[in-house]
């Protein structure tokens, strides 16, 4: 997505034998906290196997129990239309529209950030675009592994890129519309930087054994995960 040649983490699809996906080990609770989760995702599209009736779950922070209290991405198999779930009651807390719609075979960017925990204080951005407002007032309460690329136990995985994966507890990163960086955070001439490094718990760079924040968590990639250039 920085035009810089470097790579993308390429996820071919999953199946819960080959469990095709990055396990970040240790990652800690979201709680109460404000919080920021932003990524850059490119769907490849014409993909429809191994998904739920809806879709992908390509983001679980659920670690390694199905009811854990946590939040977990999903993305529509033929329309790519995101939406957001407890994972303990699968109830969405924002849902699948036409205004949450990634563009397929194309680099968008998702921010999903929690400014309070008040009416409509959480929000999604597309592209640096208001996609989304919902009220989370959920104490996320799930320790342990976060999984990309698809779920907690290995299954229904996306098929496309993922890339410059940052999770920030602490901290609302953005609070109004936004033009995403053009630059890899921590670089030179990278905006929406975190203001407290110690707030940033996870950051990956294209790269499936790094995690590039200070908390330095172990990052384990599993099944058909590579390091391509897109």
Known sequence: ???D???GIYFDGSTSTDKHRLEIGSSPALGTNA???DFWIYPISGYTSNATTFGYMFLDFRGDNTQDTAPVFLMGKTNYQLKIENG???????SASSSTAL???SWNHVALVRENTSANGCKLYINGVLGATATDSTDWTATGSDFIGANY???HGIKGYIDEFRLVIGEAVFTSAFTPSKYRYGATGATHEVSTASNMKVLIHSNISLDSSDSNHQIA??????YNTT
């Open 35 to 37: 919080y920021t989760i």
């Open 88 to 94: 303990n009651s699968g109830s969405a807390f924002i």
């Open 103 to 105: 563009t397929a075979d």
């Open 153 to 155: 136990n290995g299954d």
């Open 221 to 226: 990639h599993e099944g058909g995960v590579t």
């Open 1 to 3: 997505p920085f035009g």
């Open 5 to 7: 040649g470097k790579s």
